[in-house]
């Protein structure tokens, strides 16, 4: 599991005087008022080392969270934070009503049949609205698999591990008839 979570990403910078234009990454975009700061990778290291920013004032317009952090005074020191992931130590996370995960630790799990053929890791995870889509990446190229119940039927995060029930899914993997 994760240690941190991602919850935005600065798009740009938003006027002259360090504020941030933010693109949440969590279904809840108000918990940025609920927060004392946001951590930011220091890409200048090779370890993860967060850099903790205090959180001045947040505002929120049209889906987009627009915070103004502390020490970040100019459009320059905004600048700098483009295309950077705002993250939360774990223990800030949101709780998550049962069988539903982050997106950050179904991302590298192992997906496996329930007759235990291994399919490869998730690389992804894309958002259609209905349910979510797991994006699986194995030697053999790229398979999409529905999140839902019908198919997804065991998520161990702690073993990084996924089974999942292609019955009804006749054709999806190339070696089938």
Sequence with gaps: MMTYLSIGLVLK?????????????????KRFDRLD??????????????????I???????????????????IEDAEILR?????IPRE?????????FFIGDIIGCTVVTIEGK??????????????????IKSNGGQ??????KKVVKEVDINAARIVVDLTDMKGLLDDED
């Design 13 to 29: 910078p938003q006027g002259l005087k360090g504020e941030l234009k933010v693109k949440p990454l969590t279904e809840d975009p």
């Design 37 to 54: 700061y946001v951590l930011i990778k220091d890409e200048s290291k090779k370890d993860n080392v967060y850099i903790e920013h205090k």
């Design 56 to 74: 001045e004032r947040s505002r929120h317009s049209k889906g987009f969270v627009y915070l103004k952090l502390e020490q970040i005074d100019s």
């Design 83 to 87: 295309n950077q992931y705002l993250w």
């Design 92 to 100: 800030l996370a949101i709780k998550l009503s049962e069988d539903t």
């Design 118 to 135: 291994s399919l490869g890791q998730v690389s992804n995870v894309i958002k259609t609205g209905s349910n979510d889509v797991y994006e």
């Design 143 to 148: 398979l999409l698999l529905p999140a839902i």
